[in-house]
């Protein structure tokens, strides 16, 4: 799942507000007013708290996200995971007790690439 490690910890006891942007993996633990996006995979732990949206290639989802999901490969909502949100992927995987409230599409995502 993880291609190159985490690059990017934020512990549980940390809140932050205002959007964060990461390369590489990243997971977060605390609470996070404002977006998550990385350019990897994006792991929301069983005590986190997100209040915005979040975007990444593989989002795994453990804690409660009050926002849109934007994986462009996966997503994943663990059975601790609350999502009140719309949600875009090619793939899901959703456990059973699981929260949702939202619409879900999915097409599959086009990967935008950079033209210079």
């Not at 940390?14 to 998550?36: L, P, Q, T």
């Not at 849109?68 to 949100?85: N, S």
């Amino acid at each position: 799942m993880i291609s190159n490690g985490l690059e990017t910890v934020i512990g549980k006891s940390a809140e932050i507000k205002g959007g964060i942007i990461c390369k590489g993996a990243v997971r977060v633990d605390g609470k996070v007013e404002g977006g998550v996006s990385g350019d990897d995979v994006v792991i929301i732990g069983e005590q986190a708290v997100i209040k915005g949206n979040i975007t990444g290639t593989h989002v795994v989802i453990g804690g409660r996200v009050t926002g849109d999901v934007t994986a462009t490969v996966k997503l994943e909502i663990l059975h601790t995971g609350k999502l009140f949100g719309d949600i875009k992927t090619p793939k899901i995987a959703i456990a059973e007790g699981v929260v949702f409230e939202g619409t879900c599409d999915m097409e599959a995502l086009q990967v935008e690439t950079a033209k210079k």
